[in-house]
């Protein structure tokens, strides 16, 4: 079936260090949507790319869509505490669902 | 505030009771979906229904089933619940299909 792989599932990095997840497809992605759950909270929406070699930047955050449109990853420069949560990948496939990778849970060691 | 209501937070439930989790959204959005969490296996989704009156099956619809019979509410029904369906439930909704995903609060069920 479609599905999103999704690396590492967990991190642990200190304050300040980088971060990055990484989500990829067997098959074309259609679109990659970001989404950050922090603990004991709901997943909430960060971003969404669909072109090609797309990147895009949120402050410390950057989103990269892959040339071939089947892997994508997100990166945390200088981690905060307010980073802690959990990471999730999800896309379409060109349907009406939205699927998800497994995510990857960071934690910040001060 | 516009959003999305689930209710219960959270239930304690023996096995092999029925159980229905409610959920509400008021932003008029077209698509509604359930989503299970546990640990390890990420958002896994259960039903979904792109449009008031229609309904469609998830990766894991085993045991649940859905309705919506208007726009704004997309209950799940457990009709006999058993241990392993103990999970954190998302509901989620979006302007239309694979459109950006708005989510609950979620229910935490325990079946013993």
């Known amino acids: 079936g479609q599905q999103v792989m999704q690396i590492p599932q967990y991190q642990h990095v200190q304050e300040g260090e980088d971060f990055t997840t990484y989500c990829n497809s067997s098959?074309?992605?259609?679109?990659i949507q970001w989404y950050k759950q922090r603990p004991g909270g709901h997943p909430v929406f960060l971003i969404q790319l669909v072109k090609s070699g797309e990147v895009k930047k949120q402050k410390r955050l950057t989103f990269q869509f892959g040339e071939a449109k089947k892997n994508s990853s997100l990166h945390i420069t200088a981690t905060q505490t307010t980073d802690v949560g959990t990471y999730f990948c999800g896309s379409n496939f060109g349907n009406e669902k939205l699927t998800f990778g497994t995510g990857t849970r960071l934690t910040i060691i001060p | 505030i516009a959003g999305i209501t689930q209710a219960p937070t959270s239930q304690i439930l023996a096995a092999g009771r029925r159980m229905t989790l409610r959920c509400t959204q008021d932003?008029?959005?077209?698509?509604m979906y359930w989503y299970r969490q546990d640990l390890g296996l990420g958002l896994r989704l259960i039903h979904y229904?792109?449009?008031?009156?229609?309904?469609g099956k998830g990766e894991v619809p085993d045991g649940y089933s859905v309705s919506r019979a208007n726009t704004d509410d997309f209950p799940l029904t457990l009709a006999s619940a058993v241990p392993s369906q103990t999970s954190v439930y998302f509901c989620?909704?979006?302007?239309?299909?694979?459109?950006?995903?708005?989510f609950g609060a979620g229910s935490r069920l325990t079946v013993l």
């Open positions: 098959t074309t992605l259609s679109n």
């Open positions: 229904s792109n449009t008031a009156g229609t309904t």
């Open positions: 989620a909704s979006s302007h239309s299909g694979a459109n950006v995903l708005t």
């Open positions: 932003m008029r959005h077209n698509a």
